[in-house]
Structure formats: C-alpha cells, structure tokens
C-alpha cells in the first residue's frame, strides 16, 4: 500500500489549501482513511478521517476549517483548509486504516508553512 501526499507548501495566514493524498490501489477497500499532522515539537494529531460509507469525523474543527472528501474513482482523499493560521504549520500526513479508524499506513507527508 502507497500513500502520496500532495498540494502542501508556503501560504500566507489567512489562505486556504488543499491537499491530495492517492492510494496505489482502491482506497474503497480500507474503511477509513485519514488525516494527520505534526508541528515542529509536538506529537502528531489527528485532524479527521472518512469512512468508506462517506462518514467524516474531525478531531478538533470548532471553526470549521478543515473539510475532508474523497474521490473513490481517483483513488484519492482531499483535506481542505481555509483561514489559515502560523499554527498549522506542520507535516500533514494522510493514512489508512484496514478495518478501523486507527492508522495501518502512512503516507510520507507534505509539508505546510504559514508565516506569522
């Protein structure tokens, strides 16, 4: 299984972005995939995850900033951000889970800088 990140790189606060991660096969065979990142410093955390039936769950999005989709035909998922803050900076890191939420493979990550 090959997890491709895509779309991270330099954009100004306030911004959106989004990014693509495509799985080397049918990513309709996992039941979940998802999205993480890690900040310089920090552990990583979880941002949300989509289920092959289309459910989406987020970790923390009181503001409503990120939105999870995926294109089963593409074989990818998409995270998109908007009003972007210094904080998101961090490594974002896509993931599939085999028969739950939790992670059973990792994408390399792409890395996303917002300037304060």
């Known amino acids: 299984v090959r997890l491709v990140e895509s779309g991270g790189g330099l954009v100004q606060p306030g911004g959106s972005l989004r990014l693509s991660c495509v799985g080397s096969?049918?990513?309709?065979?996992?039941?979940?995939m998802g999205w993480y990142r890690q900040a310089p410093g920090k552990q990583r955390e979880r941002i949300g995850y989509?289920?092959?039936?289309?459910?989406?769950a987020y970790g923390n999005n009181e503001e409503g900033r990120y939105t999870i989709s995926r294109d089963n035909g593409k074989n990818t998922i998409y995270l998109y951000m908007n009003n972007l803050k210094p904080e998101d900076t961090a490594v974002y890191y896509c993931?599939?889970?085999?028969?739950?939420?939790?992670?059973?493979?990792w994408g390399q990550g792409t890395q996303v800088t917002v300037p304060a």
């Open positions: 096969g049918s990513i309709y065979t996992f039941y979940s």
């Open positions: 989509i289920t092959s039936g289309g459910y989406v």
């Open positions: 993931s599939a889970g085999t028969y739950g939420i939790e992670a059973d493979y």
